[in-house]
């Protein structure tokens, strides 16, 4: 299985809106609502921050969400802090009953 | 509050095999609500499923590693299990155990990780 296909990186200005994309195919994204999404601070463990594609886990600020769109899964973080540098991976589910991650988006606030 | 906590050598020689246990406190892990499985991360890499465990004891492995991987689970311990054999440095990393919500994509609680490292 191939991995799904997120930007390298990103960066925008706090108090901006960024997307994040997350692009598979219609055996994985396309297939199912099962998308989440993982924060990923350096040095720290990975947290989740949506699942089922627009669902957030509870204590996840609401200027993290998501959305999918055919084969592509869109993270969109508005009003952008300082704090939400980090790394951001997605992850599928399939029709072969596995998971795939993306390579992981590094997003920079200027 | 469920915890997870995995445990295991954190050094294991090329071509041994890397056995893992994550110990699951503060719940059961038999209840068939919940799927239990492992990820892992190679140091300044990227996040990749290894495999999932129901508690029928069924299991779902990443193609890529399939070959080398056994899930097992204990309900009696409550604990379940990783093998990885013919370890190589490619295997190197750090390994998290979770518990992801059935029918769901949502892995809601997850060990703190631990790093295993492939060397001679």
């Known amino acids: 299985q191939s991995a799904l296909a997120q930007p390298a990186s990103v960066s925008g200005s706090p108090g901006q809106s960024i997307t994040i994309s997350c692009t598979g195919t219609s055996s994985d994204i396309g297939a199912y609502n099962y998308v989440s999404w993982y924060q990923q601070h350096p040095g720290r463990d990975p947290k989740p921050i949506i699942y089922?594609?627009?669902n957030r886990p509870s204590g996840v600020s609401n200027r993290f969400s998501g959305s999918k769109s055919g084969n592509t899964a869109t993270l969109t973080i508005s009003g952008l802090q300082a704090e939400d540098e980090a790394d951001y991976y997605c992850n599928s589910y399939t029709t072969s009953d596995t998971w795939v991650f993306g390579g992981g988006t590094t997003l920079t606030v200027l | 509050q469920l915890q997870l906590q995995e445990s295991g050598p954190g050094l294991v020689k090329p071509s041994e095999t890397l056995s893992l246990t994550c110990t699951v406190s503060?719940?059961?892990?038999?209840?068939?609500?919940?799927?239990w499985g492992w990820i892992r991360q190679p140091p300044g890499k990227g996040l990749e499923w290894i495999g999932d465990i129901y508690l029928s004891g069924s299991t779902y492995y990443n193609p890529s590693l399939k070959s080398r991987v056994t899930i097992s689970i204990d309900t009696s311990k409550n604990q379940f299990s990783l093998k990885l054999s013919s370890v190589t440095a490619a295997d190197t990393a750090v390994y998290y155990c979770m518990r992801r919500v059935g029918s769901s994509s949502n892995r809601d609680c997850w060990g703190q990780g631990t790093l295993v490292t492939v060397s001679s």
């Open positions: 503060g719940g059961s892990i038999s209840s068939g609500y919940y799927r």
């Open positions: 089922d594609v627009s």
